[in-house]
């Protein structure tokens, strides 16, 4: 009986302070084999045909990678085969993707041809102001992202104030030679990665963790309230593998899109994740858990309790009522979806859907014959569909 692939769930972008923040180009490398951009408006089955693949890859053994969206995470942007190189993107607003190699890497699957163009233009009023709408509700959610990042930097500023960096200059430096004091600098450097784990959509703080880290033996889960040089440790770590020549993926924080939140070293089976609300990991029995508030002083911390709390509440406070305008944006996105749906002929995507699993099975047989071993793109599967 043939072993089904795996399946690791990522965010390659995502609602931030800054607005919609995107590592698209993140997603597959650029030497890939093969990258099909899907077009089209919303509700034409443009998360479904993607779905449908991975589904069909994953039952002959292929591993993938889901990338969910942000604004829907239900629906996906992306899947990525990494062993043979071959990755099928949703190309349309807010994540634009265009052919960077046309024709012979990229190329457009566009699935506006299969709409019944008149039905759907005698809908376009309702489109523009369900378009609009969306645009509103968003911007809406940003600012209030934004005002929930300026309190969550106080709410860190408070315990930053209270902390020993030098303790936790030794805490990071601890585990860097516990993990690469045998291994020399590269003459080369490692490749950085750069994606979500978590994202702020319309349910919440949404991550798929466990799938990230499910292949990693050892694994870190690193503890402490905001602003307690989590982030610090996991960036020099990261920076440690890739001075030593490692491929390292990097995962980002929504409320701040460029601090490192997870840290995965495939080759050496090595994670690192923060678990702090919004975004919190359960520890599992095998995992180590490493607590920044060592490095605290309780007296200043007591202190200031009551700043504390103040700054708690509001972050709470302002973080949902931007879940709240992210989830009226969907509202507005499922509408639009109503006047493409019924009009599309969904037999005819999936006459194409099926043509475009036999060219991806043709070119991982391709590709598999041509280097005979996985590219290593990708890591810590969980289980099949």
């Given at each position: ?72 995470n239900g629906s996906i942007d992306g899947v990525v085969f990494p062993e043979i190189g071959i990755g099928i993107l949703d190309g349309t607003w807010p994540h634009v993707v265009d052919p960077k190699v046309p024709g012979a890497v990229d190329e457009i699957v566009w699935l506006g041809e299969f709409w019944d163009e008149k ?52 805490i990071a430096e601890h585990i860097i030679h516990e993990n690469f004091a045998h291994i020399e600098v590269a003459a080369k450097p490692g490749f950085q990665r750069k994606l979500f784990a978590s994202a702020i959509t319309p349910d919440g703080m949404v991550n798929y963790l466990n799938s990230i880290v499910a292949g990693c ?169």
């Amino acid at each position: 009986m043939q072993t089904k692939g795996g399946i690791k769930r990522v965010f390659p972008g995502n609602n931030t302070p800054d607005g919609f923040f995107s590592y698209y180009d993140y997603i597959i490398p650029k030497n890939a084999n093969r990258v099909f951009v899907i077009k089209g408006g919303p509700g034409v089955g443009k998360s479904t045909f993607m779905r449908a693949i991975a589904k069909d890859m994953v039952e002959r053994g292929y591993n993938v990678e889901m990338h969910h969206c942000s604004s829907d995470n239900g629906s996906i942007d992306g899947v990525v085969f990494p062993e043979i190189g071959i990755g099928i993107l949703d190309g349309t607003w807010p994540h634009v993707v265009d052919p960077k190699v046309p024709g012979a890497v990229d190329e457009i699957v566009w699935l506006g041809e299969f709409w019944d163009e008149k039905s759907v233009r005698a809908h376009k009023k309702e489109i523009l102001q369900a378009q609009k709408g969306a645009e509103s509700v968003f911007r809406r959610a940003y600012r209030f992202l934004k005002a929930a990042q300026i309190i969550y930097e106080d709410w860190e500023s408070i315990y930053m104030e209270a902390m020993d960096f030098g303790r936790a200059n030794m805490i990071a430096e601890h585990i860097i030679h516990e993990n690469f004091a045998h291994i020399e600098v590269a003459a080369k450097p490692g490749f950085q990665r750069k994606l979500f784990a978590s994202a702020i959509t319309p349910d919440g703080m949404v991550n798929y963790l466990n799938s990230i880290v499910a292949g990693c033996k050892k694994r870190y889960v690193i503890c402490g309230h905001p602003g307690t040089g989590k982030s610090v440790l996991l960036h020099k770590v990261a920076q440690a593998a890739l001075e030593r020549g490692f491929f390292v993926e990097t995962y980002f924080c929504p409320l701040h899109p460029h601090k490192v939140e997870h840290v995965v070293v495939p080759e050496l089976g090595l994670a690192l994740t923060k678990s702090i609300e919004p975004h919190t990991y359960i520890p599992c029995r095998e995992d180590r858990v490493v607590d920044m508030n060592c490095c605290l002083d309780d007296g200043i911390v007591e202190k200031h309790y009551p700043y504390i709390v103040r700054a708690q509440d509001e972050f709470s406070r302002l973080f949902s009522s931007s879940i709240y305008y992210i989830g009226q944006a969907k509202q507005y996105h499922d509408a639009l979806e109503e006047f493409y749906a019924p009009n599309m002929d969904f037999e005819g995507i999936e006459k194409l859907r099926q043509t475009i699993v036999g060219r991806t099975l043709a070119y991982a047989r391709e590709a598999e014959s041509e280097t005979g071993q996985n590219s290593g793109f990708g890591y810590g599967y969980g289980p099949g569909l």
